[in-house]
């Protein structure tokens, strides 16, 4: 949860000649590897997919975002468990539905507390869930400058 850090953070991502999809990321400290799953031609699933990757990065920022806020509050938080999704559909108000176009990105999130705590706690940790750097990036508005050089 360092996005609010000066520190410009730089991670690499590498595909080589030799491989069809895995991808190696890189941070200053950690390697990861990326790929499509095999039901993708020429995937051979190494890693999770790049969704995969946003749904993580989602719930981890979301589960140390509620940690933080039960820490400072004092709460009697145990265990604390995501599960995401990802997909796409049509929005309710679709005027052009019969369009697959229009459909548009969903990301189901479902926060589980082990822990005893009161129903306005709960809610309490469903709005701070909302709040995490990640969630608000992803709900508003990106801008992605892309520029292209050679090696």
Not at 46 to 64: N, Q, V
Not at 105 to 131: A, M, T
Not at 133 to 150: A, C, F, Q, W, Y
Request: with cysteine; net charge negative.
């Amino acid at each position: 949860m360092a996005a609010d850090s000066d520190k410009k953070k730089i991670v690499h991502a590498h595909l080589p000649k030799d491989e069809q999809f895995t991808t190696t990321l890189t941070t200053d400290t950690h390697e990861l590897l990326a790929d499509e799953p095999t039901s993708v031609e020429g995937g051979q699933d190494k890693g999770p997919d790049p969704y995969d990757y946003l749904l993580m990065s989602l719930g981890s920022c979301t589960l140390m975002t509620i940690k933080m806020y039960a820490n400072h509050k004092g709460w009697e938080l145990d265990d604390v468990y995501m599960e995401l999704q990802h997909n796409k559909r049509h929005d309710e108000d679709c005027e052009n539905c019969e369009d697959a176009q229009s459909k548009i990105d969903v990301i189901e999130k479902e926060v589980i507390i082990d822990g005893d705590l009161s129903d306005k706690q709960l809610e309490k940790i469903l709005d701070i869930s909302k709040k995490c750097p990640v969630h608000r990036t992803l709900m508003g508005d990106i801008k992605i400058e892309s520029t292209i050089s050679r090696k």
